[in-house]
């Protein structure tokens, strides 16, 4: 086992609020060991006008603050997304506040997009704009904010110049009402506000940033088919699908089990799975669609991929697994493409569509 994936394990064995500190704090110092990024041209994912080296990304939530987002693609991820980050920084919920269901290979949290706010998270990403690899930001509202819309308007014109793209995220169960942004003229209103914001940033940089949303699995059909005809209208490039669910699937943990919170990890890896294909199915082949939920190995990532995404993101699975998850990813992506005798990562995409979306029902 390598020496990073035992400093995870032995990080499994503290309390996971100072485990994720200690992590960071190792990533900072350059002394979490990385592979070398695959750099596998048949891996290589074009979309949104941007160019990833594999489809491999950092979810949110991990960095939520910018800390260390180089030493994280310095991991083999192909993709690192910071935040969530709201304009104001916020201490988030009450401790204890996150709980690991080790049997289960999850996590439940309700941090409550604790963050160090706007001003702190831009200051670090200028410094690393001339830095090559591909940098997102996901933004969202403070808690007590009088005009959450106005949050993220504020969010898309401090962060358009140095986000490779931004996301939305209006799916946290862990902010009151944050949710209901999903639906009605909530998302209308939010999403013409947020394009707009772009429009005025692109005016000024002469770079329209790819816009996002990440939406919660636990939409009903109807709802995701109305969001995507939304998204579609407002000029959305992308759904990020999904963040944690406020499901309980049988869970094999005998401890934390009903704690109230988001669940991620391996349980949550059917539902998002399935709810991607129908994205899939409804959206069309030209929005892009990032599978996140339960990626813990190359079989996880290669299924999200024949479901209908473009690119895939984790998060709970390097708790469990350790930092060379991704370049072991990566690495098994390309030699299943040899095995298969496929050219092309791109060309799995929607190969297993229909299968998952027959799931969606089953598994809701
Ligand atoms: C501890 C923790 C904190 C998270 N914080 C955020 C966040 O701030 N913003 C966000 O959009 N998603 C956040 N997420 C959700 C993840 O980005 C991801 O959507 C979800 O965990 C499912 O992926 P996974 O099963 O690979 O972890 C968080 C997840 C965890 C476990």
Do not use: C
């Amino acid at each position: 086992m390598n020496l990073g994936d035992r400093a995870a394990r032995v990080l499994r064995l503290l309390d996971p609020e100072r485990a994720h500190r200690l992590a960071i704090a190792a990533a900072a110092r350059g002394t979490i060991p990385t592979l070398p990024e695959a750099g596998d041209p048949r891996l290589a994912v074009n979309v949104m006008g941007l160019s990833f080296p594999n489809p491999v990304g950092l979810a949110a939530g991990f960095d939520k603050n910018a800390e260390v987002p180089d030493a994280m693609l310095a991991m083999g991820f192909g993709f690192v997304e910071v935040g969530t980050v709201t304009p104001l920084p916020q201490e988030g919920n009450p401790r204890p506040r996150l709980f690991r269901l080790a049997a289960d290979g999850a996590i439940i949290n309700r941090l409550g997009f604790n963050n160090e706010g706007h001003d702190a998270v831009a200051e670090r990403l200028e410094e690393r704009v001339d830095r090559n690899g591909i940098v997102a930001v996901n933004i969202g509202p403070n808690r007590n904010s009088e005009d959450r819309y106005y949050d993220y308007v504020a969010g898309v014109r401090l962060f358009a110049p140095l986000a490779a793209y931004l996301t939305i995220n209006i799916s946290s169960p862990n902010t009151p009402g944050l949710r209901d942004l999903q639906a009605g003229h909530h998302l209308v209103e939010l999403l013409v506000r947020a394009a707009e914001a772009r429009a005025a940033a692109a005016k000024e940089t002469g770079r329209r940033t790819p816009l996002l949303i990440k939406i919660a699995p636990d939409l009903s059909s109807r709802e995701l088919d109305d969001l995507i005809g939304v998204a579609t209208l407002s000029g959305i490039d992308g759904l990020i699908v999904t963040n944690t669910t406020t499901a309980r699937p049988h869970l094999r943990s005998r401890r934390h089990t009903q704690e109230k919170g988001g669940l991620s990890g391996r349980p949550l890896f059917d539902q998002s799975t399935a709810f991607l294909a129908r994205a899939r199915q409804l959206a069309g082949p030209d929005l892009t669609l990032i599978g996140v939920g339960g990626v813990d190995s190359v079989q996880a990532a290669w299924s999200k991929l024949a479901a209908g995404a473009d690119l895939v993101q984790l998060y709970t699975g390097l708790v469990y697994e350790g930092p060379t998850l991704p370049a072991r990813i990566a690495a098994g992506l390309a030699r299943r493409l040899e095995e298969r005798q496929i050219n092309h990562i791109r060309d799995v995409r929607g190969i297993e569509t229909a299968r998952w979306a027959a799931a969606w029902g089953q598994v809701a």
